[in-house]
């Protein structure tokens, strides 16, 4: 089984910076997609940064130029480096990664539990 541990999360003052990462533990048999997704209070849950085989990245038009995600294949670890965080940009942040656990198996979304970032005005 695989779990996504996530960390980096915190509270920042707008203009700030902040890094999160998220770490697949056991052994896939292989990692397609990874990705942050974001969820603040009494909105829906929303795509922030992907990024695929091949580092190919695709952002969320409001966090383009500020945010940037990078992959750690070695270590099955995603990144996403925030800076120029607005208070906008309150929300809990979920990695994602789409997984094929063996061969035999399908690719299915693997979520992390979680983690809060706040940017205080």
């Known amino acids: 089984q695989v779990q996504l541990v996530e960390s980096g999360g915190g509270l920042v003052q707008a203009g700030g910076s902040l890094r999160l990462s998220c770490a697949a533990s056991?052994?896939?048999?292989?990692?397609?997609?990874m990705g942050w997704y974001r969820q603040a209070p009494g909105k829906q849950r929303e795509l922030v940064a992907a990024i695929r085989t091949g580092s190919i990245t695709n952002y969320a038009d409001s966090v383009k130029g500020r945010f940037t995600i990078s992959r750690d294949n070695a270590k099955n670890t995603v990144y996403l480096q925030m800076n120029s965080l607005k208070p906008e940009d309150t929300a809990v942040y979920y990695c994602?990664?789409?997984?094929?656990?063996?061969?035999?198996?399908?690719?299915?979304?693997?979520w992390g539990q979680g983690t809060q970032v706040t940017v205080s005005s």
């Open positions: 994602n990664a789409r997984i094929k656990m063996t061969f035999f198996t399908n690719e299915r979304d693997y």
């Open positions: 056991g052994t896939p048999f292989s990692i397609n997609a």
